[in-house]
């Protein structure tokens, strides 16, 4: 009998690899396909890992209910494992489904308090769906009980709640403004790759929430100009400050690169 690869770098190689092929405008089905087929083998030697993986495969192909039912199925059998839960938010991250990647994110965190990856899963879905606040509060709680292990969110988040605390804009607006980003996005089929929060720098109080898509620069300003017309056909979002926080889509280059993010 030829020797198995075992199960754990196996998986965590496979989503790697579809997690590096999320980045891609279009990612290729024969890739799709093989990496497929490496699950299909793997659910011979571990279930669960198995439709683990093949649940971020559907993930990439935008098959909302392949991602649920493979997923789900994992959890079953892995007993809802918090490794398990958190490769089931990042898929749900990959489908644009943020606010259900933020509910299995703290399942899995909830499970697995000490564990550095569910405790930066949950905050990077924080920030996502806009709880800066809870972001705030988790990072506190973390490095309150990791003294040794500190934690320092990539966004401003410090300055985003002074900012809400001193009214100027809302925490309310601000994750309606990003709920309509992520809804843009999901309609459009369009994946993010990263997202980096900046203060602008001629006004500390006003935000940049910028998502770095798997598009083109062309179809990221087609984005952009979708996005403003749906903000604008909220007239209570007009009227707000919150638009001193606001989204923008970045798309990638010709060879597939994305921009640095300005400074």
């Known amino acids: 009998m030829p020797n198995q690869p075992s199960p754990a770098p196996k998986t965590a190689e496979l989503l790697a690899s579809l997690a590096a092929m999320a980045e891609e405008i279009e990612p ?4 799709l396909k093989r990496l497929e087929r490496e699950a299909e083998r793997l659910l011979k030697i571990d279930a669960a890992a198995g439709y683990t993986v093949l649940g971020a495969v559907a993930s990439l192909r935008g098959d909302v209910e392949e991602v649920h039912a493979r997923h789900r199925l ?11 839960l958190h490769n089931y938010a990042a898929s749900l991250v990959t489908l644009g489904d943020v606010t259900g990647a933020l509910e299995v994110a703290h399942r899995a965190y909830a499970r697995a308090p000490t564990d550095a990856d ?10 996502l769906t806009g ?3 809870e972001a705030f509060d988790l990072v506190g709680t973390w490095n309150g009980s990791n003294p040794k292990r500190p934690y ?8 985003i709640l002074s900012a809400i605390d001193r009214d100027v804009f809302t925490e309310e607006r601000l994750q309606e403004v990003l709920a309509i980003a992520h809804e843009t996005l999901r309609s459009w089929k369009v994946r993010v790759s990263r997202v980096e929060v900046h203060a602008d720098q001629h006004d500390p109080d006003s935000f940049l929430f910028e998502c770095f898509v798997a598009a083109s620069p062309e179809k ?9 017309a749906k903000i604008r056909d909220c007239p209570h979002l007009m009227d707000d400050p ?10 990638a280059s010709v060879d597939g690169s ?3 993010a300005a400074t």
Not at 220 to 228: R, T, V
């Open 258 to 260: 994305q921009p640095e």
């Open 28 to 31: 290729g089905e024969f890739e």
């Open 242 to 251: 919150g638009l001193k926080f606001m989204p923008a889509f970045i798309g």
């Open 74 to 84: 994992a959890l079953q059998l892995s007993g809802e494992s918090p490794r398990t």
């Open 131 to 133: 709880h800066f606040r």
């Open 152 to 159: 320092a969110p990539d966004s401003p988040v410090e300055a």
């Open 220 to 228: 990221a300003e087609d984005l952009n100009e979708a996005l403003d």
């Open 118 to 127: 569910m405790f930066a899963s949950v905050v990077s879905a924080s920030i």
